[in-house]
């Protein structure tokens, strides 16, 4: 197995794309290998696979398993970790499509969604192939601990989207409820890309752990914030339609707020607006978030689940993956400091 690719000096952390800018080598490897994978796609659909496998996403999926990996020598990417990358963006790349469908959304990465372009019927099939491909590159390693861990996440992140769905238009869903689809559906994938990073990169059995434990808090402050941007960020930065929380009946953590502090009368109509009895009036529940200080308490859950995945690095002082993996945790600061 080739080592990981020696990192510039770090970067102020303002963005995704200056951290990411650290793995370069590792993204275009990432890149040239699933222009790869293309081939393996019926020709048929490799044009409707090309759409999905594109290079304008954060990647913050393989960002995580090559920082998990690095082990501080050598100058090329190394194989394996790229493997992996490819197989959790895959996966992910999959689950994006099945939810847009699922959350009727019209833009994607400023382009139109795969369901869009191609029709749900369609849509739904694309990301099901992107799943069977994720799982055929995992059961190529020698080791059946790949293909079994992401296997594994694969199933627990569409159980999340599963429990998800069945909740829509629903507003008897609890904050457990919405804390558990979070911890599956995002987390887990955050999760396993820093844990099989780690172990690829011959860390220790006590750092993979640590690095998993990283990753899913991490993951769950993630969606946290994607929920908020789903109301406070602007469509052009975001890339993606906003608003579709309230529109689709998703109860998330703004939601729960916001109807816990809106007076008896206001919070049955936002509850209509859920259940979709009643148009959704996204700017009078801005406004009302606003005036009820939701961002802010958002904002602060945020901070509670960033706290335990410092934590978890903070028991490896001087490890080669510490250093990237804690600029991470700065950028969501910054990124939802960019919403205000």
């Known amino acids: 197995m080739s080592a990981t690719a020696a990192f510039p000096p770090p970067v102020p952390a303002r963005d995704f794309a200056g951290v990411f800018s650290r793995v370069a080598p590792h ?3 990432l890149d040239a290998f699933l222009r790869r994978q293309l081939d393996a796609f019926e020709p048929e659909i490799r044009d409707m696979a090309d759409y999905c496998i594109d290079t304008s996403g954060k990647r913050i999926r393989p960002a995580l398993v090559f920082f998990s990996g690095w082990s501080g020598a050598g100058s090329t990417p190394s194989e394996d970790l790229v493997q992996v990358a490819a197989v959790v963006e895959l996966v992910h790349l999959a689950t994006l499509v099945h939810d847009d469908i699922m959350d009727e959304a019209d833009v994607r990465r400023a382009r139109p969604t795969a369901s869009r372009q191609y029709g749900p019927a ?24 790949v293909c079994r861990a992401v296997s594994e996440s694969t199933r627990r992140v569409c159980a999340g989207e599963i429990m998800q ?16 689809v979070i911890d599956l559906k995002t987390a887990e994938l955050f999760r396993v890309s820093c844990a099989l990073g780690a172990r690829l990169g011959g ?26 941007a789903d109301f406070f960020g602007r469509e052009q930065r975001i890339g993606k339609t906003l608003g579709t929380d309230l529109a689709s009946g998703k109860l998330t953590l703004p939601l729960f707020l916001l109807r816990d502090r809106l007076p008896p009368a206001e919070r049955v109509a936002l509850e209509a607006e859920l259940l979709g009895q009643a148009e959704p009036r996204l700017e009078l529940r801005l406004r009302q978030m606003a005036e009820l200080g939701v961002f802010e308490a958002v904002a602060a859950e945020i901070e509670r689940e960033l706290a335990p995945a410092e934590a978890a690095l ?10 990237h993996l804690g600029a991470l945790p700065l950028v969501l600061r910054a990124q939802v400091g960019a919403l205000r």
């Open 314 to 323: 903070a028991r490896h002082p001087g490890l080669a993956p510490v250093e």
């Open 27 to 29: 993204m275009a490897a």
């Open 203 to 228: 860390h220790s059995d006590a750092f993979v752990a640590d690095a998993a434990v990283f990753g899913r808090h991490l993951g769950i402050a993630y969606q946290i914030y994607d929920d908020l």
């Open 165 to 180: 769905t069945l909740r829509r238009r629903s507003v008897a869903v609890t904050r457990a409820d919405y804390e558990r």
């Open 122 to 145: 369609a849509a739904v099939l694309l990301g099901d192939a992107l799943f069977a491909h994720a799982l055929h590159l995992a059961a190529l390693f020698p080791t059946t601990e």
